[in-house]
């Protein structure tokens, strides 16, 4: 059994952290093409898990083609099975296909679409996250398709985290439409929607928000078994 410590001790995380330059350089490559435009290994990921937080106020400020390829490039770097890389992504800019987005959303309970989220519109750009589950299930079988969703669902936790690092914000939007979205940006039908990342900068003042505590959500060999006391 372990004693739990203080999960949320950011400075206590950060003054415990050593430096490793070898393993630092080596991080770095693996996150981004550029590394010059990286911040340090001490800056990334570890604070951007613990900083993120989904914004849904933004500025119309564009985002620099150079900072988007980071973006998209950390995604890619993310785990998957088989190596079978499945996920894709359509950045929409475009205002008015932006707007298409919207009016395939919807929010709160049981909404059935007649509830837009309107604010995507206002982000620079909506990335489109998607699995092309065929790419999977062509190597491991129809239970390939489920892996896919879940190897894509990685990928965009990288995304949102270089998103913060990067000081850009985000949201992940589930609350969609997905088959009118599909037909609108003509997504083949072995293609699935994971959901929305409206990305952009943000005049949003937010903190994150509270997790359960760690012996709430963690089991020591057999499920309901403390791992913390």
């Not at 911040?39 to 849904?56: G, M």
């Not at 903190?207 to 709430?216: D, E, G, T």
Request: glycine share 6%; net charge positive.
């Amino acid at each position: 059994m372990v004693h739990s410590a203080n999960c949320n001790s950011y400075d206590r995380l950060q003054r415990g952290r050593k430096g490793n330059s070898a393993a630092t350089h080596r991080c770095r490559d693996l996150y981004v093409k550029d590394v010059d435009r990286m911040k340090s290994e001490l800056d990334y990921p570890i604070p951007a898990i613990f900083e993120r937080v989904s914004k849904r106020k933004f500025t119309q400020q564009p985002i620099a083609p150079e900072m988007l390829e980071q973006l998209l490039l950390a995604a890619t770097r993310a785990p998957s099975s088989g190596n079978m890389q499945p996920w894709e992504f359509i950045v929409i800019d475009e205002p008015g296909k932006k707007q298409e987005i919207v009016r395939s959303t919807y929010s709160g309970y049981f909404s059935k679409g007649k509830n837009y989220q309107y604010w995507i519109a206002d982000a620079a750009v909506v990335i489109v996250a998607c699995t092309n589950v065929k790419r999977t299930a062509a190597r491991y079988g129809p239970a390939g398709a489920e892996w896919a969703m879940i190897d894509t669902a990685a990928a965009v936790q990288n995304l949102l985290l270089t998103a913060t690092a990067l000081g850009l914000s985000g949201c992940w939007v589930g609350g969609i439409n997905e088959q009118a979205i599909k037909e609108s940006l003509r997504i083949p039908e072995y293609v699935r929607i994971i959901g929305l990342l409206p990305i952009g900068y943000s005049v949003e003042e937010a903190a994150p928000k509270s997790r359960l505590p760690l012996k709430w959500v963690t089991h020591h060999n057999s499920y309901n078994v403390p791992f913390y006391d």
